[in-house]
């Protein structure tokens, strides 16, 4: 994170073209979402686990459409907080925009921790309870806050590796389940079709909370407009690459669920913590790979927190170089040239997650934080699909850009916001995890207002959005 720039000062280097940018946009959404969650998605509707990736695959494309529309528009990083700044021009919403992307970069790392802590265990056949899996998953997230703190080199270098090796795993996942379908194992087809919910809740309700919980594994395609500054013509290019790689990714997503609830039953499905491992167990019993896999997963969600939790640290320092939260954010490590204060604030709110659900929903821990992530996200992306259709009335915008259909940011805008309310079937425990760390902000917002009353700085909020991701 910077001063705002001059016209003297070195621009970003336009050095990604169509395929690095696919790559970067595929790994972003590969993750953590299906490697953990496809139990618990099962959980909800029963066999037909693919329907809530497909829906959740249908809104993040309409949504990605609005986003496609802005980042042609403002090919500039930042991406909602600078949609938000631009559209509505309040200090206070950028800021909670930009607070709550941070929020949900947090969640989904704790989300990952505790997924490499279950297939820790399993992997090593440990036996360690609860509370052993939460102190494995506190020593991951110590771990990753020291690579943070070494520097974004190594943190970048160590992603290449860990986004092959996440990609790697689930392609091991659809080629033994093909085996096993080729084979003639115990395969169940009928389970595809089978809607089962849990309790009295009607069948449109069970669909809308596994979505609600689905959606998190199609997050990470907006993490990709703060590229653009990056990119080799970014009006041309990005519209085709991101929903090329989102494509992708739902291809993917349906076909790991289909494989999945076929050969494992949804009652195994459900109560399991390590939901892919038991489909390759299943696919190839006997063979090496059974026994791999939870290391192969273990590295693949380490992707999606060390992802997450960079941005998370480089957003906070970011906001108090904007003035916006408490200057201690911003200071700089003198030899290492990293955000440390950020990167333990950071690390620390990830602890406090990792510690409330293990106290309180264990069972249920990945798919409440998992939720949680899914939760900010669509409050984020009510906003963009809403500022897509503000900003139509800015006709200073420079140059060709990409124009959705009207229709589509509309229904982006209803689709989301109607996930984020309790009429999703969304549990109670993500609104108060949610609200914590929204209350959090808001206070941190408040005392910084009265800092800077103090030290005479006028016009606190975020002037310059698109710098807020600027790493140190």
């Given at each position: 994170?910077?001063?705002?720039?001059t016209?003297?000062e070195p621009?970003?280097?336009r050095?990604?073209?169509?395929?690095?940018?696919?790559?970067?946009i595929?790994?972003?959404?590969l993750g953590?979402?299906?490697?953990?969650?496809?139990?618990?998605?099962?959980g909800?509707?029963?066999?037909?686990?693919?329907?809530?990736?497909?829906?959740?695959?249908?809104?993040?494309?309409?949504?990605?459409?609005?986003?496609?529309?802005?980042?042609?528009k403002?090919?500039?990083?930042a991406?909602?907080a600078?949609?938000?700044h631009?559209?509505?021009?309040?200090?206070?919403?950028?800021?909670?925009?930009?607070?709550v992307?941070?929020?949900s970069g947090?969640?989904?790392?704790?989300?990952?921790?505790?997924?490499?802590?279950a297939?820790?265990?399993?992997?090593?056949?440990?036996?360690?309870?609860k509370?052993?899996?939460?102190?494995?998953a506190?020593?991951?997230m110590?771990?990753?806050?020291?690579?943070?703190f070494?520097?974004?080199?190594?943190?970048?270098?160590?992603n290449?590796?860990?986004t092959i090796?996440?990609?790697t795993?689930l392609g091991v996942?659809?080629?033994?389940?093909?085996?096993a379908?080729?084979?003639g194992?115990?395969v169940?087809?009928?389970?595809?079709?089978?809607?089962?919910s849990?309790?009295?809740r009607s069948?449109?309700?069970?669909v809308?909370?596994a979505?609600?919980?689905?959606?998190?594994?199609?997050v990470?395609?907006?993490?990709?407009?703060?590229?653009?500054e990056?990119?080799?013509?970014?009006?041309?290019?990005?519209?085709?690459?991101?929903l090329?790689?989102?494509?992708?990714a739902?291809?993917?997503?349906?076909?790991?669920?289909?494989?999945?609830?076929?050969?494992?039953?949804?009652?195994?499905?459900?109560e399991?913590?390590?939901?892919?491992?038991d489909?390759?167990?299943?696919?190839?019993?006997?063979l090496?790979?059974?026994?791999?896999f939870?290391?192969?997963?273990m590295f693949?969600?380490?992707n999606t927190?060390?992802i997450?939790?960079l941005?998370?640290?480089r957003l906070i320092?970011?906001?108090?170089?904007q003035?916006?939260?408490?200057p201690?954010?911003?200071?700089?490590?003198?030899?290492?040239?990293?955000?440390?204060?950020?990167?333990?604030?950071?690390?620390?709110?990830?602890?406090g997650?990792?510690?409330?659900v293990?106290a309180?929903a264990?069972?249920k821990?990945?798919?409440?934080?998992?939720?949680?992530?899914?939760?900010?996200?669509l409050a984020?992306?009510t906003?963009?699909?809403i500022?897509?259709l503000?900003?139509?009335?800015?006709?200073?915008?420079?140059?060709?850009?990409?124009?959705?259909?009207?229709?589509?940011?509309?229904?982006?805008?209803?689709?989301s916001?109607?996930?984020?309310?309790?009429?999703?079937?969304?549990?109670?425990?993500?609104y108060v995890?949610?609200g914590?760390?929204?209350?959090?902000?808001?206070?941190?917002?408040?005392v910084?207002t009265?800092?800077?009353?103090?030290?005479?700085?006028?016009?606190?909020?975020?002037?310059?959005?698109?710098?807020?991701?600027?790493?140190?």
């Open positions: 994170m910077s001063e705002p720039k016209n003297d621009q970003l280097r050095v990604m073209g169509p395929g690095l940018l696919l790559l970067f595929v790994g972003d959404i953590t979402g299906v490697y953990a969650l496809t139990g618990q998605v099962a909800e509707v029963g066999g037909a686990a693919w329907l809530p990736f497909l829906i959740a695959f249908l809104i993040a494309t309409v949504t990605a459409f609005s986003y496609l529309e802005l980042v042609t403002y090919p500039q990083a991406g909602a600078l949609y938000a631009k559209a509505f021009g309040i200090h206070f919403v950028t800021f909670l925009v930009a607070f992307v941070m929020c947090i969640t989904s790392a704790s989300t990952a921790s505790q997924a490499f802590a297939n820790f265990v399993k992997g090593f056949g440990l036996d360690w309870g509370f052993g899996i939460a102190a494995i506190l020593a991951f110590a771990i990753l806050a020291t690579i943070n070494r520097g974004v080199s190594e943190s970048v270098k160590l290449v590796v860990l090796v996440e990609i795993g996942v659809i080629l033994v389940g093909l085996w379908f080729t084979q194992g115990d169940d087809f009928s389970r595809v079709t089978v809607f089962e849990e309790g009295d069948t449109f309700v069970a809308t909370a979505t609600s919980l689905a959606f998190f594994a199609m990470g395609f907006e993490d990709s407009v703060n590229m653009a990056e990119t080799k013509d970014p009006v041309r290019i990005f519209p085709k690459v991101l090329t790689g989102l494509g992708i739902g291809v993917v997503y349906v076909l790991v669920s289909i494989i999945a609830v076929a050969l494992v039953p949804i009652g195994d499905l459900k399991s913590s390590t939901p892919l491992v489909v390759v167990e299943a696919a190839a019993p006997g090496p790979i059974d026994t791999l939870p290391f192969i997963t693949a969600v380490s927190a060390l997450n939790m941005m998370a640290s320092y970011g906001m108090a170089r003035h916006v939260l408490p201690v954010f911003g200071q700089v490590h003198r030899t290492r040239h990293t955000p440390y204060v950020a990167i333990a604030f950071t690390t620390v709110i990830a602890f997650l990792i510690f409330y293990s309180f264990s069972s821990a990945i798919s409440i934080l998992g939720g949680t992530t899914s939760l900010l996200l984020v992306f906003i963009v699909n500022a897509v503000v900003l139509r009335r800015d006709v200073k915008a420079d140059g060709a850009h990409f124009r959705t259909p009207t229709v589509l940011p509309v229904i982006g805008a209803l689709a916001a109607y996930l984020v309310t309790p009429l999703s079937g969304r549990p109670t425990q993500q995890l949610a914590l760390l929204v209350v959090t902000g808001v206070v941190l917002y408040g910084t009265l800092i800077n009353r103090q030290l005479g700085i006028r016009g606190e909020g975020i002037t310059d959005p698109s710098h807020l991701e600027d790493a140190p």
